[in-house]
């Protein structure tokens, strides 16, 4: 009698050197994959935190992924990216299993599960860049921070929410939501003082930061500056289920917004990239 067939296992397949597959240790700080770099591999996290950034040809630099335990990166070179379009670095201690483009698209093609995991993956992940996008164009920076320290802290997932590790200091949330470190600086105080988080090193997150954002509770908005106000954003009219109404509306705002709080906006290519300037 013949044996029944071993069920694949994604998690075991990415754990195991093979054809194609190579674990890697990376000590905190040190570069993973660099911008301008060929895109040949994808890269999968056993253990450890990665983040990822882009630098501008203005020498800008911003945080765009922040990557945890059993996350892909680097997966762009599956749709024809030739070279990176930034900078993988680790930012503590990591094991990175790296799969060449060939061999991962030979296991997608294989292996039903695996690719059920990839995909996964890849929704969750398109998922929470919208989010992002949408909190972006229509949030101001203190819910922007108030937002990515909840997801940060992972509320809303199974077990208690964690504090967030002294790697990912004020710099770094500031490249991540689009402001200065001075403001994330003053936000941060903010919310320690009406009892939202604990900072001491590391920050811990209180339930009633998730509260405040939820039912848009007054004192995360009420020491704002002007300029970053303006009832521009918070206009129930501008909300992204109206499309045509939002158009008009920030056009009658933002005429009357330039004359008294000079360069407010910043708008690239029409409001779908409108970014709110601190």
Same mark, same amino acid.
Request: glycine fraction near 8%; aromatic fraction near 8%.
């Given at each position: 009698?013949?044996?029944?067939k071993r069920q694949f #296992?994604?998690?075991? @397949?990415?754990?195991?050197?093979?054809?194609?597959?190579? /674990?890697?240790?990376?000590?905190?700080?040190?570069?993973?994959?660099?911008?301008g770099e060929e895109a040949?591999?994808?890269?999968?996290?056993?253990?450890?935190?990665?983040?990822v950034t882009v630098v501008?040809?203005?020498?800008?630099?911003?945080?765009?992924?922040?990557?945890?335990?059993?996350?892909?990166?680097? =997966?762009?070179?599956?749709?024809?990216?030739?070279? *990176?379009?930034?900078?993988?670095?680790?930012?503590?201690?990591?094991?990175?299993?790296?799969?060449?483009?060939?061999?991962?698209?030979? !296991?997608? $093609?294989?292996?039903? *599960? @695996?690719?059920?995991?990839?995909?996964? &993956?890849?929704?969750? *992940?398109?998922?929470?860049? =919208? =989010? #992002?996008?949408?909190?972006?164009?229509?949030?101001?920076?203190?819910? $922007?921070? !108030?937002?990515?320290?909840?997801?940060?802290?992972?509320?809303?997932?199974?077990?208690?929410?964690?504090?967030? %590790?002294?790697?990912?200091?004020?710099?770094?949330?500031?490249?991540?939501?689009?402001?200065? *470190?001075?403001?994330?600086?003053?936000?941060?105080?903010?919310?320690?003082?009406?009892?939202? /988080?604990? &900072?001491?090193?590391? /920050?811990?997150?209180?339930?009633?930061?998730?509260?405040?954002?939820?039912?848009?509770?007054?004192?995360?908005?009420?020491?704002?500056?002007?300029? =970053?106000?303006?009832?521009?954003?918070? #206009?129930? !009219?501008?909300?992204? !289920?109206?499309?045509?109404?939002?158009?008009?509306? &920030?056009?009658?705002?933002?005429?009357?917004?330039?004359?008294?709080?000079?360069?407010? @906006?910043?708008?690239? #290519?029409? /409001?779908?990239?409108?970014?709110?300037? %601190?």
């Amino acid at each position: 009698m013949k044996s029944a067939k071993r069920q694949f #296992d994604p998690h075991a @397949f990415l754990a195991k050197v093979g054809a194609g597959k190579t /674990i890697l240790k990376y000590r905190r700080g040190r570069i993973i994959y660099a911008q301008g770099e060929e895109a040949d591999r994808i890269f999968y996290i056993q253990s450890g935190k990665v983040k990822v950034t882009v630098v501008s040809e203005q020498g800008k630099e911003a945080v765009v992924g922040m990557l945890e335990t059993a996350q892909f990166f680097g =997966e762009g070179c599956l749709n024809g990216q030739a070279v *990176r379009v930034g900078t993988a670095r680790a930012m503590e201690e990591c094991v990175i299993t790296s799969i060449t483009r060939k061999a991962m698209l030979a !296991a997608l $093609r294989k292996e039903p *599960r @695996f690719s059920e995991l990839f995909m996964t &993956y890849l929704v969750t *992940r398109s998922n929470r860049i =919208e =989010e #992002d996008l949408i909190d972006q164009l229509f949030n101001s920076s203190e819910k $922007r921070l !108030a937002r990515l320290l909840l997801l940060l802290a992972n509320f809303g997932k199974d077990g208690k929410p964690t504090p967030i %590790d002294a790697s990912i200091n004020q710099a770094t949330l500031a490249e991540m939501i689009g402001t200065t *470190r001075s403001r994330v600086s003053f936000f941060l105080n903010k919310f320690r003082k009406l009892g939202l /988080i604990s &900072y001491n090193g590391k /920050i811990e997150v209180h339930p009633s930061l998730l509260n405040a954002v939820l039912y848009e509770k007054p004192q995360l908005d009420r020491d704002e500056k002007p300029t =970053e106000r303006v009832g521009l954003l918070r #206009d129930k !009219a501008l909300r992204p !289920a109206s499309g045509h109404r939002v158009l008009c509306k &920030y056009r009658q705002i933002r005429q009357r917004v330039v004359k008294t709080a000079g360069h407010l @906006f910043h708008i690239r #290519d029409g /409001i779908t990239t409108l970014a709110v300037r %601190d």
